[in-house]
């Protein structure tokens, strides 16, 4: 069983919505914050929003504005709010605790799929 549980993934149309959910192991996610990457056929791992055990929030500039990141006070549980959609930013999306150094390698968590079509 994988320590981290990712979900909400689904296919959408351009402009659409998609909100998803992480689930970690408690003890991964102690003193940690929470970070979202994704991955596309054929490109590199990306991380696009991350939320700090300080709570600052950092987003990539491609989704600045679009996506919003939480985590819960428990700390193991957060989601990602994914407001209009685009074609790129079809992929694999990974949650992911501090200091993971291959989150989309599916070791930690099989990721949730993400599929926005124009």
């Known amino acids: 069983e994988l320590p981290v549980v990712e979900s909400g993934g689904d296919s959408v149309q351009a402009g659409g919505s998609l909100i998803l959910t992480c689930t970690g192991a408690?003890?991964?996610?102690?003193?940690?914050?929470m970070h979202w990457y994704r991955q596309a056929p054929g490109t590199e791992c990306e991380l696009v929003s991350s939320?700090?055990?300080?709570?600052?929030?950092y987003y990539a500039d491609s989704v600045r504005g679009r996506f919003t990141i939480s985590q819960a006070n428990a700390k193991n549980t957060g989601r990602l709010l994914m407001s209009n959609l685009q074609p790129e930013d079809t992929g694999v999306y990974f949650c992911?605790?501090?200091?993971?150094?291959?989150?989309?390698?599916?070791?930690w968590g099989q990721g949730t799929q993400v599929t926005v079509s124009s």
């Open positions: 408690e003890s991964l996610f102690v003193g940690s914050g």
């Open positions: 939320v700090n055990i300080d709570g600052s929030t």
């Open positions: 992911a605790a501090d200091g993971i150094g291959t989150p989309c390698d599916g070791t």
